[in-house]
Every structure is written in C-alpha cells, then in structure tokens.
C-alpha cells in the first residue's frame, strides 16, 4: 500500500465514517446515508488486511496537523475494531424499526466508529485524543438510546466517569507532550521514552493509567461498564465490550513506558490491581441475574488479566516481544469473544427451528474464551508462555502461575452462569429475515481469526506439551464442577450492577436501613432524613438564588468576553509552559 492508493485507503478507513455522518445533514441523502451507515467499518477492514504497517499519511492543513498510519500492533487492533463494527452494523440494520429514533442513533452511530477508528490509526497525540473524546462523549447517545429510566442513570455514570478520564487522559498527555522534543505536535512514538525521562514520570504515568483505565475496566474505575453494557442496545454492547474497551488498552500501549527499567514498582502495581480486577470480577459476576451483566463483569475480570501481563513487562523489561504479543493475541481472541457472546444475546431472544445448532454455536464464543478452541489456545498459551519465561518475576512473585491457573476457573464459571440465565431468555420472538449473519460472522472470526495473525506478523505461542495443554483444561473442568454444585446448593448474593457505585452514591433506603441497625424505628429514620433533605434544600434554595441573579447578569452580558479572556489565560500558561 504505497503511494496515491495507500493515501486514498487510509483517508477512507477512518474518515468514511465522519463524511457519511456529515452527509446525513443533507435530507435528500438521509435514506442512502441509512443504508450505508451499517457498513461503514468496511474501508478499514479491507485495510487491516491489505494494509502494510509503516505508510503514513500527512494532514497538515488540519489545525493542529495530523498523521494517519499503522503498525503491526494497531493493524490488528483495526482488524477488530472493524470486524466487530460491521458484525454490529449488520445486527443493527436486521433488528431496527421505524419511529425507534433511527436518525439520531444513525448519526451517533457514525460519529463513535469515526472516533474509534480515528485513535487506532492516529499517530500523533492531537489526533489520538480528539478521536479518544469524539468516541467517548457520541457512546453516550447510543447508550440512553431507548430512553427509559435505567439506560439514562446508566449514561449519567457513563458520562461523569467519561469526563474524568478525558481529564485525566488530557493531564497525562500535555505533561508528556511537554517532555518530547516537539511539543507542538509530538507523535505517539515519542511519547514513552519522553515519560520514563520526565521528572513528572509518575504524575504521568498515573494520569494515563488511570485515565484510560476508566475505558478498561479498572477497579474502582468499572462500575459504569456493567450498567452501560446492560441498558445499551444489543449492537451496541457488543461495540462497547468487544471493540472500545480495547482502546484503554490501546492507550496503555502506546503511551506507557512499558519497556522502561526502574519501573518495578508501577509493575507491582499493575499485577495487584490486574489480579484483583480478575477475581473480583469474577466473584460478582456469577452474582447478577441478567447474562448482558455477566459478560460485563467477565469483561472486567478478562481485562484484569491483560493489566497482569502489563505489570510484568513493566516488572521484566526483557519480557517486551513476548509480552507485546501475548497481549495483542489476547486482545483479538477476548474482542472477537465477547462481541460475539453479546451478539448472541440478542440472537437467543428468537425463536428458531435449530435450537440445537443455535446452542452449538452461542457455545463456540465461551469455549474460545475459556480456551478449548484455537483462539483460545493460542490466548492463553501466549499469556502462561511468559509467567514460564520471567525468571525475575517469578522468583519475586512465585504464585503467579497458580494464580492465573485459578483465574480461568473464574472464567469458566462466568461462561456457565451466563448460560445458565440465557436459557431462560430464550425464543421469545421471531427472528428477523438476516438477524443472525452478524452474529454467525464474529463467532466463525472468534475461532479462527487467530490463524491470521502471521499474516500480521504477530506471533503467537500455542501450548507445546501435554502439561501446558492439561494446565489449559483442568481450571474449565474444574470451573463446570463448581458452577453445578453451586447451581444447587448456593444461592446469589444480592450484589446491584455498578457494585460500589452504591456506597458512592447517598441513598436513602442505606440510610433507613442504617438507622434500623442502631435501634431506629423506620418511620422515625424516614421522618428525620426528610427534616434533613428540607433543610438541606432550603439553604441550597437561597444560595442559588443569591449566586443566580449575578450569574444571570454575568452571562448574559459579559459571557463573551470572559469566555475570550479565559481563553487568554489558558493559552499564556500553555505559552509559559511550553518555552521553559
């Protein structure tokens, strides 16, 4: 892919998105627009396949400029994102109705994939992180899209946590930018080696870990993914979960110094946060009563595990080519997974004359992702294949291995609860004409699409000796025996989606039940948290209408020349900044 050609392919992988959603400004174009809409991820997955690593593009005339590219690593990383768009599209246009607010879920639609597709073939810091927010703040229209009560607290959350990694993302990125040579418009390459010189080295790193650890699934940072997952629209889901979780991983890779030395104690704390993303995860998990919320947190828990291979590249810097592919195989084989579990979710809803096949085949994504199929394989060889080689971590972190052994047993469990719940959904309805291609794609590609990855030049590590293969399948067997035993002597905890977002959030059922505990009647706890809310409401009453009538005053009349001298400050401090 070379001249002209490459130019004009590049251009069209991530801007086809954005022009067709500028079109649908146009009214006469809006039904052809609708009909292109779910096939808009096509140009860039005919380019993460034809496409060669090392072709750039210059867009010099944008504000800031630009540069479009692709590398061995972000080439597969499109080759999902893509994939698991179009699967998506392809549901979508089967499943959607007239009056379900088509046009407006058309033009986010649109405007989430430009976004994705955008941060995986930028090269620069401007690009990235405009694409990261336009991604961010357009999935919030498409998550409150059926506009009940549950899907808009879901975008509430969504939404507050969104904003606080853009900031954080934004903090980290200026730092490190302010740290390379070419402040001004410094690419994505500089980035790393600029951190692990930085006297801000932590601030940074902390910023960006944190900062796309929000998109990733990281603890404490979680809580808006299960409810985001469980209220979105079936395609919709299956984005989120299979494809725009990945770009927080992404932006750890390209970002983070993960080759650095001296870097032990970040790599103590990736492994503890990514080990107990995994159990938690795993132990809330098989709690919830709805499959969308099981997959939520199995995504969690799987997400965890890649920050644990994250932690021990930063811990063993040695272990950098095997670890960056470990992790790029993994990322394919749990994308493809689970975009094709939720696609099957909305799949299992109808009736079908095969319900044998159709159980055959929403059986293909477990099974890769616990690792009995090929994909799966691979994964899982790839990521035990380093706890065998880091001999530096392991003599610091013996248990490593058992651990990861007894994590794919929270796995398997995961898989068997959310079978077990998808089987009382089941034929509701008929099945749309078409409604399961979308579906049949992504579980044919999250078997198989691991033999592609040679063609990509990635390579990954298949388990080579009947004892690594046993230490695959003993954690699922032992998973099934735990999930049937489970199934008949224990009963769930009541453990709500969003898990600490309840003790984050003042509810006043906590507050009666508090007062019961400490020998307060119901009544008398009701009768003295309204006395509290009055009073709370009257003093906020009186100091907005105090601050209300200078704020009316002040934007009304002098809104515009405040906004141009913030402005002002904002640019000298930059200017300040960027000449020390």
């Not at 960056?324 to 493809?336: P, S």
């Not at 085949?361 to 880091?390: D, Q």
């Not at 008949?488 to 905890?493: G, I, S």
Request: aromatic share 10%.
């Amino acid at each position: 892919m070379t001249g002209a050609a490459g130019t004009v392919a590049l251009l069209l992988a991530g801007g086809w998105p954005l022009a067709l959603s500028l079109l649908w400004g146009v009214p006469s174009l809006r039904p052809r627009v609708s009909r292109l809409a779910p096939w808009a991820a096509l140009p860039a997955l005919l380019v993460s396949l034809f496409g060669a690593p090392g072709f750039t593009v210059d867009l010099s005339w944008l504000l800031f400029g630009a540069r479009l590219g692709l590398t061995p690593t972000t080439q597969v990383f499109l080759f999902l994102t893509a994939l698991i768009w179009t699967a998506a599209g392809i549901h979508w246009r089967t499943h959607r109705r007239d009056g379900d607010h088509c046009e407006r879920f058309c033009v986010l639609w649109l405007l989430t994939l430009t976004g994705n597709l955008g941060l995986i073939l930028a090269l620069d810091v401007a690009l990235f992180y405009t694409s990261f927010a336009l991604m961010t703040f357009s999935a919030y229209g498409l998550i409150v899209h059926n506009g009940s009560e549950a899907a808009r607290r879901a975008g509430r959350v969504y939404l507050v946590l969104g904003v606080i990694g853009e900031s954080l993302i934004l903090i980290g990125l200026l730092l490190a930018a302010r740290a390379t040579e070419a402040p001004l418009l410094p690419m994505l390459a500089d980035l790393p080696d600029a951190i692990a010189g930085s006297e801000h080295r932590d601030l940074i790193m902390a910023s960006l870990w944190l900062g796309f650890g929000v998109k990733a699934g990281l603890p404490l940072l979680h809580f808006s993914l299960p409810l985001a997952y469980a209220e979105s629209p079936v395609p919709v889901a299956a984005a989120l979960a299979g494809a725009m979780i990945k770009a927080g991983l992404l932006g750890w890779l390209v970002t983070l110094p993960l080759g650095a030395a001296g870097l032990q104690g970040w790599g103590w704390i990736l492994l503890g946060t990514g080990l107990f993303a995994t159990f938690a995860g795993a132990l809330v998990g098989v709690q919830q009563s709805r499959p969308q919320l099981v997959l939520a947190y199995s995504s969690i828990s799987q997400m965890g595990l890649i920050s644990v291979a994250l932690g021990a590249w930063m811990f063993e810097p040695a272990l950098g080519p095997a670890m960056a592919a470990a992790i790029t195989v993994y990322a394919l084989h749990h994308a493809l997974a689970k975009g094709a579990l939720f696609l099957g979710i909305g799949v299992a809803h109808h009736r079908t004359r095969m319900p044998v096949m159709l159980w055959i085949g929403l059986a293909f994504p477990a099974l890769a992702l616990v690792g009995l199929m090929p994909s799966g394989l691979l994964a899982k060889g790839s990521l035990k294949n380093f706890a065998a080689t880091g001999a530096s971590l392991l003599d610091a972190f013996p248990q490593l291995p058992t651990l990861l052994a007894l994590a794919a047993v929270g796995t398997s469990v995961l898989m068997a609860r959310h079978f077990w719940l998808l089987r009382l959904d089941t034929g509701r309805d008929a099945a749309p004409p078409g409604g399961w291609h979308g579906w049949m794609l992504l579980t044919g590609a999250s078997v198989f699409a691991v033999f592609l990855l040679p063609w990509w030049g990635v390579e990954g590590h298949w388990p080579d000796t009947v004892k690594s293969l046993f230490g695959i399948v003993w954690p699922v067997l032992l998973g099934v025996a735990l999930s049937v035993v489970a199934s008949r002597r224990l009963q769930p905890w009541p453990i709500p989606p969003g898990d600490v977002l309840v003790l984050l959030t003042p509810l006043p059922g906590l507050a009666v039940r508090a007062g019961r505990a400490l020998g307060v009647t119901g009544p008398a706890a009701r009768r003295l948290l309204r006395h509290w809310q009055a009073r709370a409401l009257a003093r906020y009453m009186r100091a907005d209408h105090r601050f209300g009538r200078f704020s009316e005053h002040l934007w009304r009349r002098d809104a515009s020349l405040l906004f141009v001298l913030l402005l002002a400050l904002v640019a000298s401090i930059g200017a300040l900044g960027f000449a020390r």
